[in-house]
């Protein structure tokens, strides 16, 4: 019940385009959700987090797409870029995340110029 | 600001060793997270400790793992007699209530 399950493993886009990656959960009492970036050899950044009252939240070309009902939340990308070719990682947490995240699994995308 | 930091950023190690992994958060960060990643996976939680409370040892994957704080900043990971599936890059992150702030980590090798 606390696992975070992420797709895709790995995605390939086109400078330009819309990469989209998404997250599902089950533990409905997480009410805490970010998004990771991870370079290789650097620790995860803080991307983007939304909460669970709110459907969408947007920071610059970052978007988080959030579905209570379903429980599950995407990332959308837009205008990508080659320096955005990094690994993602979503996570879930409980008490607006002051407790331990729960990660899922990471996809790794590249944008191609 | 500084952001947080670890130390060693890297750690060669011989099965059966002890090791010491350091975090430096934030300053005026009261949370601090204990985080493993294995090659090419996502994070395992460890350990967090808030504030003066009792931490949460709860990820903790044996008694061989353990971990203090000390006078509410610094943070020591150690890890005793050390496995070869020890190997991993060991994160640390700090947070002021929500996001958390990760560290670069440190990358366990165990021979």
């Known amino acids: 019940q606390q696992q975070v399950k992420q797709s895709p493993q790995s995605l390939i886009v086109q400078k330009g385009g819309i990469p989209i990656i998404n997250c599902a959960y089950e533990n409905t009492a997480f009410d805490y959700f970010p998004w990771y970036q991870q370079f290789p050899g650097k620790g995860p950044a803080l991307l983007i987090a939304?909460?669970?009252?709110?459907s969408e939240k947007k920071e610059g070309r970052f978007t988080i797409s959030f579905n209570k009902s379903a429980k599950q939340f995407s990332l959308h990308i837009m205008d990508s870029q080659p320096g955005d070719s990094a690994t993602y990682f979503c996570a879930a947490g409980l008490n607006m995340g002051r407790r331990a995240l729960t990660f899922g699994s990471g996809t790794r995308l590249q944008v191609q110029p | 600001g500084a952001g947080v930091s670890q130390s060693p950023s890297n750690k060669v190690t011989e099965k059966g060793k002890d090791v010491e992994l350091r975090c430096d958060p934030i300053?005026?960060?009261?949370?601090l997270y204990w985080y493993r990643q294995s090659l090419g996976q996502g994070l395992e939680f460890l350990i967090y400790?808030?504030?003066?409370?009792?931490?949460?040892k709860s990820g903790l994957p044996s008694d061989r793992f353990s971990a203090e704080r000390t006078g509410g900043s610094v943070s020591t990971l150690t890890i005793q007699r050390t496995q070869q599936e020890d190997s991993a890059v060991y994160l640390c992150a700090s947070s002021m209530g929500g996001g958390q702030y990760f560290g670069p980590g440190t990358r366990l090798t165990v021979t």
């Open positions: 939304i909460r669970p009252d709110v």
């Open positions: 300053s005026g960060h009261t949370a």
């Open positions: 400790f808030q504030g003066n409370s009792a931490p949460d």
